[in-house]
C-alpha cells in the first residue's frame, strides 16, 4: 500500500487552529515521505541511507522481510551490575547499571561518570505520551498504561 499523501482528512468541518494544525501536520509529512524510496514511508527504506553514526556498535541487517535494503541495528554495549561494582573490563565510553541502587554511569577515560538518566526520560516523547514512567526509582514501559515492565536505561 502506498503512502496517502495529506494522511488527516477530517470529516466533520473543525474551528480554524485545528484545520491550521491539522494542514500543518500534513504538510510536515508529505515532506518528511520525501526522505523515502519512491516518497513512501511504508517501504521503510530510507533514500541515500549507507550507514548510522554508530554503525560501528551495531549489527548489519539485509533483509527483505524487514524491507531494509541495508542498515545497522545500533545495540548499546552495557554492563549490568548485581553488586554495584563497575565492570572489570572496560574501553572508553563503556557503560554500566547498578542494580541496587539504579545509577547508570559510563567511562570517560579517567572515570566513571554518573548519568542522571531521569532528567532524560522526564523529556522523552514516550515518557510524555505515558508510555515511559519511573517507578521507585526504576524505569518502567507500557504499551497499555495498565501492564507496566521493567527497563534498564542505556548510553548509546
Given at each position: 500500500?502506498?503512502?496517502?499523501?495529506?494522511?488527516?482528512?477530517?470529516?466533520?468541518?473543525?474551528?480554524?487552529?485545528?484545520?491550521?494544525?491539522?494542514?500543518?501536520?500534513?504538510?510536515?509529512?508529505?515532506?518528511?515521505?520525501?526522505?523515502?524510496?519512491?516518497?513512501?514511508?511504508?517501504?521503510?527504506?530510507?533514500?541515500?541511507?549507507?550507514?548510522?553514526?554508530?554503525?560501528?556498535?551495531?549489527?548489519?541487517?539485509?533483509?527483505?522481510?524487514?524491507?531494509?535494503?541495508?542498515?545497522?541495528?545500533p545495540f548499546s554495549r552495557l554492563n549490568v551490575?548485581?553488586?554495584?561494582?563497575?565492570?572489570?573490563?572496560?574501553?572508553?565510553?563503556?557503560?554500566?547499571?547498578?542494580?541496587?541502587?539504579?545509577?547508570?554511569?559510563?567511562?570517560?577515560?579517567?572515570?566513571?561518570?554518573?548519568?542522571?538518566?531521569?532528567?532524560?526520560?522526564?523529556?522523552?516523547?514516550?515518557?510524555?505520551?505515558?508510555?515511559?514512567?519511573?517507578?521507585?526509582?526504576?524505569?518502567?514501559?507500557?504499551?497499555?498504561?495498565?501492564?507496566?515492565?521493567?527497563?534498564?536505561?542505556?548510553?548509546?
Amino acid at each position: 500500500m502506498s503512502y496517502n499523501v495529506n494522511p488527516f482528512n477530517p470529516d466533520n468541518e473543525y474551528s480554524n487552529q485545528i484545520s491550521t494544525e491539522l494542514n500543518q501536520a500534513n504538510e510536515n509529512f508529505n515532506v518528511l515521505a520525501q526522505a523515502f524510496k519512491d516518497n513512501d514511508p511504508n517501504t521503510g527504506i530510507v533514500k541515500h541511507a549507507i550507514t548510522s553514526d554508530i554503525a560501528l556498535y551495531g549489527e548489519t541487517v539485509v533483509s527483505n522481510i524487514n524491507k531494509y535494503e541495508f542498515s545497522f541495528i545500533p545495540f548499546s554495549r552495557l554492563n549490568v551490575s548485581k553488586d554495584g561494582k563497575p565492570p572489570y573490563s572496560y574501553n572508553l565510553y563503556t557503560s554500566y547499571y547498578s542494580l541496587p541502587d539504579n545509577k547508570l554511569y559510563y567511562f570517560d577515560g579517567s572515570n566513571w561518570v554518573e548519568v542522571n538518566w531521569q532528567d532524560w526520560v522526564l523529556n522523552d516523547p514516550w515518557y510524555q505520551l505515558g508510555k515511559l514512567r519511573i517507578n521507585n526509582g526504576e524505569l518502567q514501559i507500557s504499551n497499555d498504561g495498565v501492564n507496566w515492565h521493567k527497563i534498564i536505561p542505556t548510553v548509546g
